[in-house]
């Protein structure tokens, strides 16, 4: 049976193009000096990661299920983190984390990989349409455009808009009506084993996984489903295209 060529490639977003600068605990560190405290940042972000998991296992996916946004889940994040690292105003937690939350969609606070541009780039001179299937709340398009980024999308899927997290099939098949095309038309690449790699495979995707700090060594991954680089994903692709 004959093998049917790429058209499209649906792209995961943080860790993957790019991250968060430097720490979370520096952000908020800065935001708290703006107001005369004095945080440690390795202080805030160990708060930071015990607040951010218990809301995660609590309210998953910004519990827009149980009647929440991505907004008031970060906030509630932000002003909890703070709460632990004793800043007790309430007033002034909430100002802080509000603020927090709108800087976070400028590009300052982001860092876009290296290889990011060139390889969209690459990937639409070969002819490929791109998509963004990510966790992620209603501020993506922006944090995408502020990067310069966006530009380079037909669209953007996030879980918060879709209503449901990697690694549920669901999102993939919402994006997968936005390409308007079969799964075996469609690659993903991302830099988690399961959201990602296992996670898109599961719905006939051409999924790669993108692994930076090169720990997929094992045999887990075949080492034609795995980059270490996004320098390597075009010739990948274009091996996919060949009818």
Request: proline share 4%; hydrophobic share 35%; charged share 20%.
């Amino acid at each position: 049976m004959p093998r049917v060529p790429l058209r499209w490639v649906l792209w995961d977003i943080k860790d993957t193009l790019l991250k968060v600068r430097g720490s979370v605990g520096d952000h908020y560190s800065k935001e708290a000096g703006r107001w005369g405290l004095s945080l440690q940042p390795a202080e805030i972000n160990a708060a930071f990661r015990e607040t951010f998991r218990c809301y995660s296992s609590r309210y998953p996916n910004y519990g827009v299920s149980q009647g929440q946004t991505g907004q008031t889940w970060w906030i509630g994040v932000m002003r909890d983190t703070l709460a632990e690292c004793k800043v007790n105003d309430p007033a002034l937690l909430n100002t802080m984390a509000t603020n927090l939350y709108q800087d976070f969609c400028n590009a300052e606070k982001w860092e876009v990989f290296p290889d990011s541009k060139t390889a969209l780039e690459q990937c639409s001179s070969l002819g490929l349409k791109l998509g963004v299937v990510s966790n992620f709340d209603n501020r993506l398009e922006t944090i995408l455009r502020s990067c310069g980024l966006l530009s380079h999308f037909s669209f953007v899927v996030t879980s918060e808009a879709a209503g449901v997290a990697k690694p549920s099939p669901a999102i993939f098949h919402q994006a997968l009506q936005k390409c308007g095309t079969s799964a075996d038309r469609v690659a993903h690449v991302g830099d988690h084993y399961v959201y990602d790699y296992l996670a898109s495979r599961s719905v006939g995707i051409h999924g790669f996984l993108l692994d930076r700090d090169d720990s997929h060594k094992a045999g887990d991954v075949p080492q034609e489903h795995r980059v270490v680089t996004l320098d390597e994903l075009p010739s990948r692709l274009q091996e996919l295209m060949i009818e």
